[in-house]
């Protein structure tokens, strides 16, 4: 018999969100992975999998609902969710084609486990493990820091864990008197926002089964990654604060107002011990950005950064209990969306490898559309994500709240605004609207950048 547990923070945060979804959408939760398998014993790689179910607690969690309420149940022992597939790989783009027809398959949200796997062979031969973890168990960090040790357990099976919480230990931490002080904080920060109105505009929320001709672009470029560090230690800020600080200013701009609030996404590994804890520990915090026009840019990101940096303190909280604050405060109604309502723009700066950007590449950037952007979630949403010595910047909205023209738009004054943080941060913010757009190097943004997909 399994006794059930209340779900950490995070736990609870990542239910709310993925039951926030309409039916057709559950797989939007889903995370990738994909391991190189090539040169490991088929027994070596089953061994290390059974040692990483046994090591971590989210890989045997099922959720069930009692009551209403949504608990956790960590079994002792699971089957491993990995079907083992012998057939001969005809091309590179095998892998991401088998983990992507894995992501594309929803999970359960109770009674089931929140991963499955294919474990790909040729002849016996291990090839790679293609991985489908539901939000509902693990973050983006965590799936990260799986398959550190995954591998570190393929070369040694001996290989200790690092020292962090179980999730039901952060659940238990959460609730814990001792963790009352940090609780009130967080009512507090969220209550004064709430009271003082400190929001954007009104965005529009999709009702949960409908949907609307969101857009999306994403901007690649390796200079952009490499400047925007450069600016951010020229600044003395995060390169996050630099990319974000940027994305507020667009966002003023095109909603017509001098105050944005931009939801920004933390991972909650603020303590040593947290750092490489295995759960889904993501939850958003609004930070409020003031944007003045004739502000120096320098200046603006600045106040950007350590605005973030007080919101950071209290991103750790109980979502129904601030879903009850902010329903009492009069900000959200009382039908399913919620949940956008209360998270209305979100900003996610994801360093995936800790390969640098390289600020004098040369490489020309990218201005890519994604023809069918998801059609449901925050309204205006904006992922960075930097890899291989890359960044990409992803802006998706609804075109109620920036147009796709504002979507180019917005994205060239980023690539602008790093630019002139690092030459020449005393301009003003304003000036990024008014630019000449022979100002950036190809490096940066394409002169020439693609139009919209048609209809958009």
Not at 209 to 215: A, D, G, Q
């Amino acid at each position: 018999m399994h006794a059930d547990a209340p779900l950490s923070h995070g736990q609870l945060y990542s239910w709310r969100e993925v039951d926030s979804y309409p039916e057709g959408w559950k797989k939007e939760a889903n995370l990738p992975a994909t391991w190189d398998l090539r040169g490991r014993s088929l027994d070596d790689v089953t061994a290390a999998l059974r040692r990483l179910v046994r090591r971590h607690e989210p890989l045997r969690t099922t959720y069930h609902l009692v009551d209403g309420v949504p608990v956790q149940r960590v079994h002792e022992d699971v089957a491993l969710p990995v079907e083992r597939v012998d057939r001969v790989i005809t091309d590179f783009g095998d892998p991401d084609r088998t983990t992507g027809a894995l992501v594309g398959i929803p999970f359960p949200m109770t009674d089931a486990l929140c991963w499955r796997g294919e474990l790909v062979t040729t002849d016996g031969v291990p090839m790679f493990l293609s991985l489908s973890f539901s939000h509902l168990i693990l973050d983006v960090w965590s799936i990260i820091e799986l398959g550190s040790q995954f591998d570190a357990l393929v070369r040694d099976p001996s290989t200790a864990p690092p020292t962090a919480p179980s999730p039901r230990e952060l659940a238990h931490r959460h609730a814990e008197d001792a963790a009352s002080g940090r609780r009130s904080a967080a009512e507090r920060y969220w209550s004064k926002l709430l009271e003082d109105d400190h929001r954007s505009p009104a965005l529009p929320t999709l009702p949960p089964h409908e949907t609307k001709p969101r857009v999306q672009a994403t901007l690649h470029s390796v200079a952009l990654g490499g400047l925007s560090a450069t600016a951010a230690s020229a600044l003395g800020v995060s390169a996050p604060a630099v990319v974000m600080a940027l994305v507020a200013a667009g966002l003023a701009e095109h909603a017509g107002a001098r105050r944005v609030t931009l939801n920004l996404m933390s991972s909650n590994r603020f303590t040593p011990d947290h750092r490489h804890a295995v759960g889904t520990l993501n939850q958003l915090i609004p930070v409020v950005v003031d944007v003045d026009a004739g502000l120096p840019l320098g200046e603006h990101i600045t106040r950007t950064h350590w605005a973030a940096a007080k919101a950071y303190r209290y991103s750790s909280y109980d979502v129904d209990r601030i879903a009850a604050i902010a329903a009492e405060a009069g900000a959200t109604g009382d039908h399913d969306g919620w949940f956008n309502q209360l998270f209305p723009c979100w900003f996610n700066y994801l360093q995936l490898d800790g390969e640098p950007c390289a600020p004098a590449s040369l490489a020309p950037a990218e201005l890519v559309w994604t023809p069918d952007a998801r059609q449901y979630g925050q309204p205006f949403d904006v992922r960075v994500t930097v890899k291989g010595g890359r960044m990409s910047v992803a802006l998706r909205t609804d075109p109620d709240v920036v147009t796709a023209d504002g979507v180019t738009s917005i994205l060239r004054a980023v690539a602008l605004g790093v630019r002139r943080a690092v030459i020449e941060p005393e301009t003003a913010t304003k000036d990024l609207w008014d630019a000449d757009g022979a100002e950036l190097p190809p490096a940066l943004f394409p002169p020439r950048p693609p139009a919209p997909p048609r209809g958009v």
